[in-house]
């Protein structure tokens, strides 16, 4: 086995195990493979493990490798689903909605709208999340919870884009019970959009939070998808600017 084969195999038995503790079913929560500032060599090999859903922090370096994975011309690499899982500028939705399956960080109107305006016409709708800011870091990215299903409301009008859920990356908390309280915040929401009743949301199924350090306390909250970098791809470089 790869190396990145076995760390695959260790985090889908961690994800199992938490599901376990939890009284989940395993198939209810799924694993996004976070490759960013890997390269599309790490991709292929966990293709080749059966991996088949990556996630990008960095617009133009995610382009690129998705190209150049799609060149390799691998066996399920067909079926392949790439998140966009990092800030969006404006002037980078262009590519975002020509090169992504999903968006998990639409935090404002003005890039949702963009993002349905250049969403291709022969490409299925963006698959979107709204990011929530659990913890009120006053600079972090993410709507405050409470302005949640007002976005929501006004992502559902667009009609290149399909609302799936919420994701969320609290800060490190002191412990298990901590980090699970936080997360439950992110599910809380979820529930709200979900028991609101608003047209649109028939596709609502996806509580995006817990990361390499966190995934169990995730799992215990809610998640039904964890997005894990360094557990399965190793250490990162320290990258000074996105
Ligand atoms: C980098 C990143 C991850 C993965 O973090 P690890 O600690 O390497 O598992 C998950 N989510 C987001 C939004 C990230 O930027």
Redesign the pocket.
């Known amino acids: 086995m790869t190396t990145i084969e076995n760390k695959l195999q260790q985090i889908r038995e961690r994800m199992a195990h938490a599901c376990g503790q939890a009284g989940r079913p395993a198939a209810d929560v799924q694993l996004l493979a ?1 490759s ?1 500032t890997f390269g599309a060599d790490a991709v292929r090999e966990a293709v080749l493990a059966g991996q088949r859903s990556f ?1 990008e ?1 960095y617009i133009q370096e995610a382009v690129e490798k998705i190209a150049a994975v799609r060149a390799m011309g691998l066996a399920g690499g067909q079926d392949l689903q790439w998140h966009c ?2 800030p969006i500028q404006s002037n980078k939705t262009r590519l975002v909605a020509e090169h992504f399956d999903w968006v ?1 960080t639409v935090d404002r109107l003005k890039i949702a709208e963009r993002l349905s305006a250049q969403r291709p016409e022969g490409l299925a709708p963006l698959q979107v999340c709204i990011q929530l800011n659990v913890d009120g870091g006053e600079t972090k990215a993410g709507v405050p919870v409470e302005q949640a299903l007002d976005l929501a409301r006004a992502i559902v009008a667009l009609p290149r884009l399909v609302l799936r859920g919420v994701m969320s ?1 609290p800060d490190e908390a002191a412990g298990f019970e901590a980090q699970r309280a936080l997360h439950r915040r992110a599910t809380d929401a979820f529930e709200v959009l979900r028991a609101s009743g608003l047209p649109g949301l028939e596709h609502l199924d996806t509580v995006s939070m817990g ?3 966190d995934l169990e306390a995730a799992v215990a909250a809610g998640s039904t998808m964890v ?5 399965i791809f190793g250490q ?1 470089e320290k990258r000074i600017t996105p």
């Open positions: 976070v960013k996630g922090n899982i990092g998990q990356i990361m390499t350090g997005r894990v970098g360094s557990g990162r």
